[in-house]
């Protein structure tokens, strides 16, 4: 039952406790470097969806 509570990383995978892990964004991260890491590669995904989204066919149609 307690491996259903587990927390991981999502840059590394590592276990995490939540009770001493640092929280960002609504996850827990095993470092400070790998929290700045998840905002960095979250800033560049953010950037390239509002760039799709801007570049669409105009209409939002099928033409």
């Known amino acids: 039952m307690l491996g259903l509570l587990q ?3 999502p840059v590394c995978g ?3 406790d939540k009770n001493t892990a640092m929280k960002r964004f609504g996850k827990y991260f ?5 929290a700045g890491q998840y905002a960095e590669m979250k800033m560049a995904r ?14 939002g149609g099928c033409c």
């Open 30 to 34: 095993c470092s400070e470097e790998h």
């Open 46 to 59: 953010d950037i390239e969806r509002k760039d799709y989204e801007d570049r669409g066919s105009g209409g």
């Open 14 to 16: 590592m276990d995490v």
């Open 7 to 9: 927390k991981h990383c």
